[in-house]
């Protein structure tokens, strides 16, 4: 058995150390939002003072720490920060692999479900970046394996193990206080007085007090550069539009339901393969077909709502890592209608399909934990406004676990074949990525040796959140003293770009070239927008 365990384990850290050798994406340089963490890891290195940067939803004081003890060695450094992600990501895999043998998941459906987790596009690029969301999905992943071994094992330790993961996953967090409606809801463990007693209470209340303490402190632990309230996306506006938007709460759990099912219908792809079969598919379409016209009325009548592999999402059609559509001018295309309403249909059916066994199937005690985290994350989520694939990403992880704990695949040879697809996309879209990263920042630094000064330069939301939001030495101010940042807060447009096209009238002072295999290959530009100005 332990022969068998430790087979397995090779075969995990294979999967996720191959692309690293092969892909080498521990650049040193940030990704989509990450340059907001990185800089609490900056400033902490520099000063021993512990900050979060206002720009955070997230108070990921866990987070920051881990990222510190990794930058500690050698200096600060975003090559540093990507390890420390990745080392996170490969024990979230073996957190999943834990959980479904602890589920009664067969060695073959287990080691399929971490290797979809594993290439899912979206996890596997996560796991070379330093946002919260891997880090964040190993801690409700090991929270769920041990609270399960506490279930079936009436361990204590494996409880007071649970208990660690939720309080670290609220650290990293604040979505992490569902875990303790997850406890208050867990079956009862005698041995370790665990009833319907105030100790029930005391347990599951232990993430609440995290956060609770976390937001007494947030004000201490805030960097404030600028007023925020009304910069959609930022912490303020989140806390605004739930204090004063709550009745359109229907519409959002809608609009979220939306988003969720799409994304796990591609999430799950691979298992709707390994699901496939005469009686499933009667028992997925009918309903599949009802919601999946619901969906696409909701795509009809709102703005807003986003389809599967939306232009803006962290997995789209031709992009992934969502960099170049942040890069000016402004590259997203408007969605097409059409594709979005194909998408959606096409999304709903693969989910019905890989959840259809679950209809003829008891689900286990243990494994109703699973449903309930899911639920909650789901609905504690919608008031946030996460409409968002990557924070879809943990109910990829509790749904999987779900399906396979509770019964196996009948075509398991299909589901490896949607894991290889998932894989191929993974390797082609993070070998672009990579590309076109190294070339906008190869812009940057020719920009910065040319004696351009930050404040003068707009490179888009990632490179002016990094050189201006989080230093704002470098950054213009308004005259009450708020940062004022294109792309991130606003203000004036700059002299200089780094643009993917050149606009009429500018001049181009340098150029360099990508190569892409998904994406059409191009080049990136250093331009003058102002070239009759002194």
Not at 221 to 234: K, N, Q, V
Not at 317 to 343: D, F, K
Request: with cysteine; hydrophobic share 55%; aromatic share 10%.
């Amino acid at each position: 058995m332990r022969r068998e365990q430790l087979s397995d384990l090779g075969l995990i850290i294979l999967m996720s150390a191959v692309p690293l050798v092969a892909l080498r994406p521990l650049q040193n340089a940030p990704f989509i939002d990450d340059w907001t963490y990185a800089w609490s890891v900056e400033h902490l290195l520099r000063t021993g003072e512990l900050k979060i940067l206002d720009w955070s939803v997230s108070l990921n004081v866990a987070q920051v720490l881990w990222g510190a003890l990794f930058c500690a060695p050698f200096g600060f450094s975003f090559t540093a920060l990507r390890l420390s992600t990745w080392v996170t990501s490969l024990l979230a895999l073996v957190g999943l692999y834990t959980l479904l043998r602890e589920l009664g998941a067969s060695r073959r459906d287990t080691l399929t479900g971490v290797a979809l987790v594993c290439f899912y596009p979206v996890y596997f690029i996560l796991s070379f970046s330093f946002m919260t969301d891997v880090p964040f999905v190993a801690m409700v992943t090991w929270f769920f394996a041990a609270l399960i071994r506490a279930i079936k094992r009436d361990s204590a330790r494996a409880l007071a193990a649970a208990l660690l993961f939720a309080c670290l996953a609220v650290a990293i967090r604040p979505l992490g206080v569902f875990l303790s409606g997850v406890l208050l809801l867990a079956p009862r463990l005698p041995s370790t007085g665990w009833g319907p007693r105030i100790q029930r209470l005391a347990i599951a209340a232990a993430p609440v007090v995290v956060l609770a303490l976390l937001m007494l402190a947030r004000e201490e632990l805030t960097a404030h550069r600028a007023d925020l309230t009304w910069i959609e996306g930022s912490w303020p506006w989140r806390m605004a539009t739930l204090r004063f938007g709550l009745e359109e709460l229907p519409t959002w759990l809608a609009m979220n339901l939306t988003v969720v099912i799409g994304t796990l219908g591609g999430a799950l792809a691979p298992l709707a393969l390994g699901s496939l079969s005469r009686e499933n598919m009667r028992a997925a379409l009918p309903g599949a077909l009802l919601v999946a016209a619901a969906l696409s009325a909701e795509l009809l009548l709102r703005e807003r709502v986003r389809a599967p592999l939306d232009p803006e999402f962290t997995w789209s059609l031709w992009e992934l890592g969502a960099t170049e559509s942040l890069v000016p001018p402004p590259t997203t295309p408007a969605p097409s209608l059409g594709w979005a309403l194909a998408a959606t249909v096409v999304a709903t059916v693969l989910l019905a399909l890989a959840l259809a066994p679950l209809l003829r199937r008891r689900t286990p005690g243990e494994a109703r934990s699973l449903a309930w985290g899911a639920l909650s994350y789901f609905v504690l989520a919608t008031p946030l406004w996460l409409f968002y694939d990557r924070y879809v990403l943990p109910l990829v992880v509790l749904v999987t676990a779900l399906r396979l704990g509770t019964v196996g695949m009948r075509r398991p040879r299909l589901a490896l074949v949607g894991v290889a697809m998932f894989a191929l996309i993974s390797g082609v879209g993070t070998w672009d990525h990579l590309h076109y990263s190294h070339a906008l920042w190869d812009a940057v630094g020719w920009a910065q040796q040319a004696g351009i000064e930050e404040r003068e330069l707009d490179g888009g939301y990632v490179v002016n959140g990094w050189l201006q939001y989080a230093h704002p030495e470098h950054a213009t101010r308004a005259p009450d003293g708020n940062v004022l940042v294109p792309w991130v807060t606003g203000g004036e447009a700059r002299r200089y770009g780094i643009a993917n096209r050149v606009p009429s009238g500018a001049r181009v002072l340098h150029e360099v070239a990508y190569r892409r295999i998904l994406a059409p290959s191009g080049r990136i530009y250093v331009i003058d927008q102002m070239p009759g100005s002194s």
